[in-house]
Every structure is written in C-alpha cells, then in structure tokens.
C-alpha cells in the first residue's frame, strides 16, 4: 500500500515540478522545427504531437514549421529526377519544386495537422502561399566570388503574421510548410530552420526550438554543451567545432535571438517528449543558445 | 465629347444596377464549387479570382471549394498507375490517395491561394484535415445488388465549420480541398461537389453556385432552362434528360436545398465572370434550381 | 446568343474594373458636399442616392454635407424679405436666419435623408446642433478693410464628431445640413463647402467631394484640368483663370489637403452617377485638386 | 453656524430621498412627450432640459418626443393659409405638410436640441424619417360613418428602434418630431402624443410621462387622482368625466400599458422640474395611469 | 546516461498521462472543500496551494470553500467561552459569531489567499457578505420532534455567483469563508461543505471535491470503496455503514448531484497533492459518488 | 397648497444644484477613508453607506479604505495585552497583528460591506492580501537617531490594482481593510489614510477624502481653513498650526497630490452626508488641499 502511494507521491511531484514553467510560459508562443527522427518513427510521433496538444491546453501557443527532405528526394527519383545539392541547398528547378509543393504542402503537412488533431489538438496547415504567410525572394549564393543559381530555392523577405493570429486567437495550433512565394507568385524552396527563425522573430516568439537528430552542440570533445551564448558559438563556428548541418540552425538561432526571441534550443528529437522535457524540466535535453 | 459621357453613364448604370444584389447579399455566405474550364484557361482563372475578390469586397463572403481530376490521372500516369473509374468514381487505393492528396492538396489548393491573393484577396487553403473540418466514412457503391469496392472514396460525414468561421470573421476566403479523414486518420477522395453541398448547408449559405463546363441544365430540345425546381429536376432524372455527370451536380443541389440553402446554381465556368453575372444581372448564366 | 453574352462580359468587365478602387477605399470615409443640378433634376437625385448607398454597401463611408439656397431665398420671399448677398454671402438676420434652419434643417436635409433610405440606406439627418456637431462663430468680413456686418453668417470652430462616428459604426450615413452654433447656442449659417472641407479635415476623410453644376476647373482655354496641385490652383486664382463662386470652393479643397485629407474633388453634378464614375473609372468626370 | 449645517443636511436628505428611484430605474428607458407651457416659459424649459440631463447621467435613458402645433399656425398664418381642424386633427394639405416639417424639423426639434446640449446632455434630433424610425400610413377618420379626409394626417405603422439604440448606447439623447413617412416617401403629420406612445412600446421603455398644461387627470369634482387604472380610465372617459384634449393622451397611455410600458404618467408641466418630481418624489405631481 | 534518460522519460510520459483529463476539464469549475489536515501540516498546505494553482493554469477553474473549526474553539476558549455542539453543530451566540466572522473571514479566509498567491495563483477572499454571495436564514433542527435553538447556524438560501463569476473571468481564484447573511444582516455560521455543495451547484460545476481526514468512504470490512452512486450511498447510511461526520458530507454530494454537478469526490487530504491525483489519475484516492 | 409646490420645488433645486457635479465627476474614481465617528454612531453609517451608493450610481467609482483602531484595542484588553504606542503607531507584535487581521479583516471589513449592501450598493471587501493588492514593508522610525522597532507595522511597497479594476468594471463597491503582505508572506499593520492615499495614486483617482472627527483643518485662531495649496500646508505644518494626528492626514493628501490625484479633502465625518455635501455643494464641508 505504501508503495503505491508513494509512486503516485511521485508522480504528483512531478506535475507540480512543472508549474514554476507552467506559470512563466503561460501565454508565449513557442515556435518549434519539427523534423529528423521525430517525425519519422511512430511513437516519436505521437509523442511529440501529445507535447504540442499538452503545451496548448496549459496556455502555451506552439506554432510547428516543419521540413520533408526525404520524402522529396524519394518522389524526385520515382518520377526520375536526379536530387542535386550545394551547400546543402536542393537545387531546384520547376519541377522540382512542384514535387516540394506536392510533398510538403500535400503530404507531409496535413500528416501532421492529422497527428496532432487524433491528439485532440486543433491543427491547421498553412504554406506560405495561405493567407500571404511568407513572401519570399531568390536566395542568392556566392561560392569563390561566383554566382551560384540554385533555381528556385528563396529566402524569406517578409512574413505576414495575421493568418498565424487569426488561428490562434481561436485555440488553433498553425502548422506551417517552408514554401514561400514571390510578387510574380512564383513558389519558393526555404529552408525550414529559417522559416521557423523569421516567423519566430515575426510573432514576438518567447523560444525558438529547433528538433534535430543530433543530442544537441558539442564541445571539441564531444561534450554537450547545455547553454551557448552568442558570441561563443559564433567563435565555435570560426573554430570549425560546429560544423556541416549544424550551421545553419545556429545561425538560425542566432538570427531568431536578434530579433529578439528570448530564448533558443536545439534539441535532442530522437529522445521522446524531448520537447515537453527541454521546457519543464532543470536539465534540459539539448543545447540552448542565448543572447 | 457625348460619346465618352454615353460610356461614362452606362458604366455607372452596370455599377447601379448591381445595387440591389449587393444590398440582399450583404453578409451572406455563398459556396462556389471551382473546377473545369475555368480552372484551365488563364483568362477565365484571373476572371474568377477578381469575382471572388470583388464579392469579399462588397461584403458577400465566399468559400471556395475545388477538383482536380485531370492533374491527378496525369500524375498517376507518370507514376506508371492506370486510372480506373466506376460509375464516375475514381477507385482510389492508397498510392493513389496520396497522389491526390499531393495534387489537390499540395499543387491546386495552393494555386488557387495564391490566384486570389495575388487580385487582393486574403485566401487560406484548407484540406478536409485541417481543423478537423471534413469528417468522412467509407463510401458504399452497389451495383446490382453488389457491394463494388472503390478504396478510399468517401462521402462527407460531418462538417466542422469552426476553422471556416474563424477565418471568415477576420476577412479570409477559405479555398478547400475535397479530402476527408476518419475516425482512424485514414484519408478520404470525396466528390468536390458533394463537399461543396455538404458545406454550404453547415455554414447556413445563401447560394450553392456549381461552375461547369456546360450551359447549364437544359431540356429535352437542349434548350437551356433558367430555372428548375426540385421536382422538375427528379423528374428531368427520372426522364433521363438529365443524364451523365450532371445527375451528381443535380443532386449536390438537391441536398443542400432540403439542408436549407436557399438557391443553388449550375453555371456556364467558360464564360469569363460568370459567377459575377448570375449573382448581379436579371438574366443569370445558368440553370438555378430551386425549391 | 454571342451578342448577348459580348453583352454580359461587358457587364462584368465594369464590375471588375471598380475592384482596384474599391479594394483600395475599403473602409474609408468620403465626405461629400451635395448641391446644385444633382439636388434638383429628379433623375440625378435618384442617381446621386443610389451612388451613396452603393458607395456604402461596398465598405466606403460617405458622409453627405449639403446646401439649399434657391430654396431659402424662395421662402424669404414668399415671407415678404428681399435676400441680400455681399461678396457671395447671403446677409442673415434673425428672422432669414429661422428661414435658413427651416429650409436646411426641416425640409432639405431630410429630403435627402428619404431619398437615400428609400434606395436602401439608412441615413440620418442632422444640423451643427446636434450632437454638438458643429460650433460655430460670427464671420468677419472685411471689404476694402472695412467690416462688413453678414448678420448670422459663420463659420466652423470646432467639429464634434462623436455622433458622425457613433452613427457610422453602425452602418448609417449621416447627412449634415450646415448650420452652427455658439457659445451662447445663437444659430449660424455657414457656407456648405467650407462645412465639407472641416468635417472630412475632422474625420480625417480620405477624399473631399464637391458636387457642381461646372464641368470642374478649367484654364485660361477652358479646357477641363483632370489635376491641379495645390500650388497651381493658388496661382490659377492669382491669374484670376479661377474666379467667382469657384473660389470658396478651391479653398475648401486646400483647407482639406492641408488638413490632411489624401485627395479632393470638384466634379460635374450634372452627370448622373458623376460621383461613381469619379471614384470607379480611371478618367475621372471633373478636377482633382491635390498636394 | 448650527442653522446652515440645517440647511445642508436637508439638501443631503433630498439627495439621498433620490436614491431608491435611482435604483430602481437604473439603465432604464422613458419615453417623454414634451410640450405646452414647459415649452414656452424660458424658466420652465431650463429646468426641462436640466431635468432631461439628470436623468441621463443618473443612468435613466431619455426619450424626447415633441409637438409643436402653436408655431406651425403662426407660420401657416404668416403665408396665408387658414388652419382648419376635424375632431381635433389640423387637416394636413401639402403645403401645410410642408409647413410643419420646416417647423417641427427645423424649429423646434433644433431648439429642444440646442436647449439640453447647453445644459450638459448630448441631444441628437429626428424626424420619423431618420434612419426610417417611423413608418406612417394615412390616418382613417370616420365622423357619423363617413370617412373625413384629413390630408396627411397619419398614424404609427411602425417603428425602427435601431437609430435610437445607436444614440443611446453612446449616451446620445434622442429628441423626436412626429414626422412619418409612408413606403412611397411621402411624409405625414401624425400626434405627438401617439408617437411616444409607439415609441415607448416599441424601446420596451419603463415609463412614458406626458408633460401637459393641466395638473392631471380629475374626478367630477374636479380632484386630482393621483392613481387610475386602465378599468377606471375607460369609465372615466364613458361618463365624460375625461374629456376633449385629454381623451386622446389618456388612450396614448392605455395603448403603452397594453404593450408592456411599466407605468405612464400625464403631469403638470406648468410645475418646473415636474418631471424630476414625478420621478422622485413619493407624491408625484400628475396622475399615474396603470394596468 | 541511460539512467537519466529512462528517468527523463518517465517524467515525461506521467506529464503525458495528464493529457486526456486536462482536455476533458479545460473550462470547467471544481469547487474544493479544503480543510482539515491539508489545512495543518505545512506540506500538506503547500502541495494544496501548488494543486490549485496547477489546475488555474490548465484551464480549470478551482472555487475553494473553506472551514476552521480547531481555530474558532481555540479563541473562544481564550475568552473565557465554553464550546458546545448540538448533533455536530456548534451553538452561536452573538459572541461567538463575531468569533467566527474573525477566525474564519479575518485569519484563516486571508491565509489561504496568501498562501495560493505564494505559489503564484491570484487568489481573492470572500465571506458570504462580499457581493451579497451568500444569503442565508437560521437553521431549524429538531430533535425527537423539538426545536433546538442552534443561536446562529444558517443555511444556504441564495448563492448570489456575480461576484465569483467576475474574479473569475480575470483569471482571479475565489476563496470563501462559510459566512451567510440574513434580509436584517445578521451573520450566520454555516457548514462549509454545505456551502461547498451549494455554490458547485450554483456555478454548474464539473466537480465537487471534498478534502477529508480519512481514506474515503469505506465499506462494512473498512475497504475503500472507489465508486458509490446515489442510491447505494443512502443505503449505506440506512445500514448505518456510513455514520458520524461522513453523513452530511454524503448529503453533500447527494444535493450536489442532484443539483446537476457532474461528479463528487470524497478524498484524503493526507496524502500530498491528493486533489491532483483524484483528478489526474487513472486510480483515484478517495472514493467518488456519482449518479 | 402653495406651500406643497414650494417644498417640491425647492427639492427639485437641490437636484438640480447637484447637476454640475454630477457631470464634472462621472466616471471617476473617488478614494473614501472611511473611520471615527462615521464608522460609530448608526445613524452616521447609514448616512455614509447612503451616500457611497448614491455615488455609485451617478457615475462615481468609490473605493473605500477602513481603519479600525478602538476595536482592536478592545480585542487586546480582551486578550490581556495592553496596547502601546509609539508616535501615533501601534506597536504589532506577531499576536497583535492577529487581533488586527481578525479586527479589520473578518470583523470591520464585512460590517462595511453589509451596510452598503443594505443599502443596495454592491460591495465587496479586501484585504491588501487579496489579489496581491497591498505589498508591504516594514515601516522604519527614526527618534532622535534612533531606529525604533514598531514590530509589523508596514508602509506600502506597491499597490496592485488589477483586483480593484476587475471588481469596478462590474460595478462592485472594493471596501479595503489597510493589511499588506512582503515577500515572504507576512503581515503588516498599515496606517490607512497612507493606504488610502497610496490606492488613490495607484488608481488615479479623481479625489481622495479623509473621513475625520474634525471639522477640517483650522488656522492659528481655529477658524476653518476651506482651502489650503500644498505650501500653505506645509507652512503650518512647519508653524506647527497642524499638529498631532492631523499631520499624516495631511501628508495622505500631499502625497495623492504629488501622484497626481486631482484634489484632497479632509472633511468632518460627524455631519451626516458629509461626503455628499462635499462633493454636491459649493461651500463643502471641511478643507480641501490642492496643488
């Protein structure tokens, strides 16, 4: 009988060890990367979709941006197109990014607006294109001094943040595909990170969260580093300590602190709850990154 | 110098003589199911963009609901599957659902945002999945006594408006794609004019407008009629002058008049304008069925 | 049949041509001074008030300032006084001042108002009283700098513009007869132009109208000017090219763009729906006067 | 020193003596009819007007609907038209018809306008014609079952609170003159007493109070009765005790208590303040008519 | 590593666990009866206060009712005053009401207010007389068939919920002390949980909570019993099974029930956080009394 | 007869007279300290509780600050502690504050509250606990150099006023018991004119008065002073013309005046209506302070 009280004892202490978070972020809206490992396997799927509904019905207000790499990859060389990158970035061309609208914005997207609602959440799918969300313009890339055209992969110029209001002032939670279009309503490939950057610095975000299949940044040492200031990941980055992939989410993080997001993470996704456990808990379970 | 007065004036009479329909349609919610011609030619798109715009304005409050069949038999085709129809239904299995999904979703869904928005509209594209908007189950075909099996077609089982209202009172025109899901999260390819119908009687509508390809209902003598009433339609179908592909349009009519809407329309989609004409001229450009 | 349909596209193509303007002047305020022609001819009434409801309906505010005089000076007859105007102002003694508020208040200003409610709107009349509307003060008219005693003749101090606003937020058109009040509450008559220009200065319009009985301002050749910048006009009445009544109402445009309303106009009254075709077409029927 | 503390305290006890009326008529709405002496005096339409902007601010709505027949015969005598009366009914020429709008719309309402915003209050006048508050129809008058024409003579069809509960929401005071219009736009003379009457049942009001030239419905002996019910009211009128002037303001009340009106009040406007002491006094200064 | 993974995990998952129960109360009030020994022991105190402002934040909206009897003996025995108690009621004398006004409104009512407001809930004491809350009259006991004057023990005979409603539209956490008043403004001593189960079924409540000294409601072996519904709760009293101070806590559910609160709880203020568990928990700690 | 119309309309002046203040003050907050006589002899109460109604429902917003000094000490001889002291404070040790929270929290507080109730005013009382209304600290004095410990006795740190709002919006009376809490929840004795005054800044009030047992403030030969600036004040306070307990009265009111309350007054509690005739006549009833 005593142990039986003294698990629920337990398990009491940690719902109420939430509450100092619970109470601070009460209100904020966190926008949060989805991608890797956490949206491949089933049960990191559901876990993080139960950690998006528990986030909106204790009163924070998540906004999910999310990528789709590989599924693109794999519907390019079903209809036998070749993937070609440069610096990471998909080159992209007409049809190309038809099959990005297809699979983000067709596919990927309504999957996890559907995830989300079986949690009993209230989802709704957005790409740039709705509601005029993200206006976007050709990214340009310069590798030795020499233009690089990456077809129509963009950058994001300006986001219009009344769709994302509108939802969310009624319970809704915005589920958002990185595709952006221009003034001539040609489509644009964006990089989610950045997406998710500039709409978290657009709605006066309280923390960026960046979920990645990594446990977070390292030291030369492959120690996790818990929390990194500004200046010293941009000397990490000098010191080619952070490297390849991890590049562009630190300046992201970086970019989202500038403009003036509180707080920034890159967290551990292949860790379930990893993102209920990096808000309400001590420890944390990535790296946050701060002014 | 008269000539140019003569203009002037019957331009300012056209504006005046919509007064009246702009005074009884103020406030009300009309669902116009787009598809057909004016989904092809660039003029007869850039057209209804502008109608859709100009009816938003003038404070009617448009939804539009939309196909795609041919872009999704011509992505089938390239991805080496045959398309097979019964009785109108495409037979839909699970590669070909998400072909759909891609295509309604992903590419025309977001075409059609983006028409409007670039006319000054504020368009927001919706599945059936976001917001839990379109409930559907499994639909049952008999042919001759026997169950015919078409995979994942379905039929609307209830329509959850909350996400269309709430992107209403904030001035955004939904633009949704006929794809359900259920109880299980399984995805659904329903009949774009059995959404609209289903719709537009649970958002209480005004009017039901079907753009087509054709003039209209016509008669025996092909001879277009104006207007029809519900049991001149039945009987038109028992008669078998109305035959085809029209007999869903008819019923999709029929439904949302005994749901309450109180007209429906079957209008010419390769007139430019023509939803600006039936709504704002005597005459009309279609059949209205009524009760 | 192509005759009639060539017909219809016509139609629309009107309709549409009016979406830039009337996406642009949602929600706007238009103050405009009514008199002359289109407040005799009974088919320019009936055009004028369908114009205003129209204007209404489609999300633009008008607000309707008017004048009276032939009427006035009629009943001053009638009642056995001879009218007396110095430099354009009509002398106002007490007992011409009762027949002012009589003509303006009593018959005119709700003419108008029944006008414009029998072609669907919902307009109210009102004088400077009430509701505070305008304070007024005596005039002072200098003549080869002697003062010349105009009797009740004033001009506008203040405008109070909680009841237009409380008026206009529930979808109603107030109608201003321009009468106004002191201090001790003796009533003035005040010129319904310069009224025009201080209330659309007051409720920060986006455009000053004047309805006349002229083609609009012409040069030396009487040729019609389409613009007029500020400037120009003043020195166009230095040149004495603009001359007489035109005057007055060439400053009440200045007053207003110095007060910050974005365009005026003085147009010809006698077209019927001249104020549609002004706001809707790109040519215009009149001069715009500008910064 | 002890006598002025007296006098202050006694001032206190009036004030305080207020206080249940206040209570108890907190947030609701009395129809007013307001004419004869209280509209002559100088020193009893002063304290009208203050009577009428206590209310108000003590959080009693006011409606004001006023007559005005003296000056209408005056002006009809000034331009040499012979008033004629039937059973009490100025017959009601086109001319005449004129005559009372200039003097009801004009004059008068204007006055009472001007009158209660001098004291504080922010009165907005009306005609039955703004915002179309009053629908008339021709008023039927058979004398020895033949029917007498009495002009424009007309009778409440119906009222149109919206224009009012526009004002009054934003703490307007709306003052009425009993001016109607039918559906083709013609406009009618109709009983003041009879529009307060319509008025008050159609704003659902507390009260209606009508300010008269006398101290109150009296017996056959000539004595006030402070208190009368509708039952006792009708028999007065059968045994002629009621008679004249009075008979139609009696039916104004009854016709009010039959559509729900609390409680009606025909009181001494001869008496400053009549009104404020009807209201919160025990004693009253009238008769009360009740169910 | 693993270790702390598993434990993070953990964490997790019982934060996760709470899901299905925060959606399915989002919105709804609990009103708690607090009081004995969560109401003593420091921990005890502050895992209730935790408890309370945990639910606030999800959504749920707690009501606390509030007793004190330990406190009010204690002083009275200070001032020279035996205790005494009639059927488990204590007899209040003048005196000894002005006691409990002072222990239960003046000390206890505001101790628990600052306690809820030190772990960040925004709580606001109540007795009965704030906002007219609770409108009591004298209880009437008999026993064997004779009156027993209680002096000032009262009952519930109005719930007066503008003033709870108000606090909680803010956001503000209502904490009454089981004060009443009568028409005189006498004060009266009432049972607390009685006012518990009067003011869930004033608000509608979700839930009524009692907090206990016991394990729940057990049977005749003294095993827990986790679920009762009406009916066999009467007949447990009939058997006399239920006995003492658990009957009219029983009655206290039972009119709560019947006054349409969904569900009643009878739980073990002993254990920490025991409400959290009652509500977040699969198991329970108390027993519920159901319909 | 003549007599009874004389005394009503001198009844109806005395209305009358309060017009002006009526609309100078509505809407504004007045700060009320309410003790000394007013709060003792029962027809004063009445009086008080008349007049903060009244104000209430003209349009004034009422706070009401309590002290409670004569009580408290009779609990302590109660409880055999001799009260004691030190230049105007009452040293509180940890069991006086208990008499003084159960005095002003339970006891005096609700009183309050049930006479204006009784009066039909909708009041509610608060402590500075409730809501986090009143953070304190503890009080400093210096004598002669040398601090003295006062015990909890507490001045105001912070005043939130978010509870007092929630409570005014909805028309609720707030009755303040002048009772702050610090940080680490304890409890302290506050001066209530500084309670009042420092509520009166927060809130920024119209007016604060001083409920005294004196006339007002008087001049070297007694005479009533009936207006004083803020130099002249601290002139006689330097002259030591205002001595003893009237010298943290009038520092209450510098204080408002510095936090930018209109005016002050100090006013004589022993005339019933005091507060009434202050407020509604021109000669006032006590001494105002101004800047």
């Known amino acids: 009988m005593i142990d039986i009280e003294q698990i629920l004892l337990e398990k009491a202490n940690i719902l109420v060890e939430a509450l100092p978070y619970i109470r601070k972020f009460y209100g904020k809206t966190f926008v949060i990367k989805y991608g890797g490992a956490a949206q491949k396997e089933s049960f990191l799927k559901n876990a993080f979709a139960q950690d ?8 924070i207000k998540p906004i999910v941006v999310h990528g789709g790499g590989p599924k693109i990859t794999e519907l390019m060389k ?46 709704v799918g957005l790409t740039g294109k709705d509601g005029g969300l993200l206006r976007a313009k050709k990214k340009l890339l310069k590798i030795n001094n020499e233009e690089v055209d990456l077809g129509f992969v963009g950058e994001v110029e300006r986001v219009c943040i ?4 509108t939802l969310q002032d009624k319970g809704f ?16 490939n964006i990089n989610a990170d950045t997406v998710a950057s500039a709409v978290a610095v657009a ?12 446990k977070g940044i390292t030291d030369e040492n492959s120690e996790l580093l818990s929390t990194l200031k500004m200046e010293e990941a941009l000397k990490l980055i000098q010191q080619q300590v952070i490297t390849g992939g991890m590049i562009p989410k630190v300046y992201a993080c970086l970019n989202a602190l500038k403009g003036d997001v509180k707080k920034t993470h890159i967290i551990d996704g292949r860790i379930p709850h990893s993102l209920l456990l990096e808000i309400f808990t001590q420890r944390g379970v990535g790296t946050e990154v701060i002014q």
């Open 203 to 214: 709605v006066k975000a309280e923390k960026l969260i960046l979920l990645t299949d990594v």
């Open 52 to 59: 998006i509904v528990l986030l909106n019905f204790i009163g």
């Open 173 to 188: 939670i915005p589920v958002v595909a990185p595709i952006g279009f221009d003034k001539s309503g040609q489509s644009y």
């Open 78 to 123: 079903r209809l036998g197109k070749e993937p070609q990158f440069i610096h990471g970035h998909r080159v992209t061309d007409k049809e190309t990014m038809e099959i990005v609208e297809m699979i983000l914005g067709g596919i990927i997207n309504k999957e996890i607006v559907q995830l989300i609602n079986s949690h009993g959440g209230k989802a």
């Open 162 to 165: 009344e769709v994302l209001e």
